[in-house]
């Protein structure tokens, strides 16, 4: 069964750094592109950035180019966010995603349960 | 502001039909695939239709997709309560170099 879990989700200061970790099973993990994406509450999805198979190509969304990094595992499968100069409105539950392709088309076939990140002092 | 453009919501009877639209731009929804998901509050989104029209195994024939330019539609027949839900088209924007959503629509089976 295809799973993915995602940790690392705390309460954290504006301008603090915090790193999300995505643990993948059940699928061949280096076969596809994987992407994060959050969800402030009451709001809805936000794709934040992705990466495919080779961690060749990595792409942002502009309100987290610079401060967020994308990276992967493929010996581990597992997933990670760099988040960096965190502020108030980066606060949302992240979701861990599998892309149907390897080449990041964006058509998101899994999504995990996500993980909670609160910016506030 | 969603770059994709979705009604915030619409309604009807149970065992009727609704379709849900999703307006986008030529650097969006005219150059690549749609795909539409269902997410039920409080739970993680849930893959729907893929490459605008297909339908991932678990899916039930009452949901279709369709594209035309610009533009993508979600259809739903034959609606039950449990298909009460947000649902939010989805595609890769050429210009931006980035994965768009809509802003999501609420659907109400009355």
């Known amino acids: 069964e295809l799973q993915l879990v995602e940790s690392g989700g705390v309460l954290v200061q504006p301008g603090r750094s915090l790193r999300l970790s995505c643990a993948a099973s059940g699928f061949t993990f280096d076969d596809y592109a994987m992407h994060w994406v959050r969800q402030a509450p009451g709001k809805g999805l936000e794709w934040v950035s992705g990466i495919n198979w080779t961690s060749g190509r990595r792409q942002y969304a502009d309100s987290v180019k610079g401060r967020f990094t994308i990276s992967r595992d493929n010996a581990k499968n597992s997933l990670y966010l760099q988040m960096n100069s965190l502020r108030a409105e980066d606060t949302a539950l992240y979701y861990c995603?599998?892309?149907?392709?390897?080449?990041?088309?964006?058509?998101?076939?899994?999504w995990g349960q996500g993980t909670l990140v609160t910016v506030s002092s | 502001q969603s770059v994709l453009t979705q009604p915030p919501s619409v309604s009807a009877a149970p065992g009727q039909k609704v379709t849900i639209s999703c307006s986008g731009s030529s650097s969006n929804i005219g150059k690549n695939y749609v795909s539409w998901y269902q997410q039920v509050p409080g739970t993680a989104p849930k893959f729907l239709i893929y490459d605008n029209n297909k339908r991932p195994s678990g899916t039930p024939d009452r949901f279709s997709g369709s594209k035309s330019g610009t533009s993508a539609t979600l259809g739903i027949t034959g609606l039950q309560t449990g298909d009460e839900a947000d649902y939010y088209c989805?595609?890769?924007?050429?210009?931006?170099?980035?994965?768009?959503f809509g802003g999501g629509t609420k659907l109400t089976v009355l």
């Open positions: 989805g595609t890769w924007d050429s210009s931006l170099s980035a994965v768009v």
């Open positions: 995603a599998k892309d149907i392709y390897g080449g990041a088309s964006g058509e998101i076939d899994s």
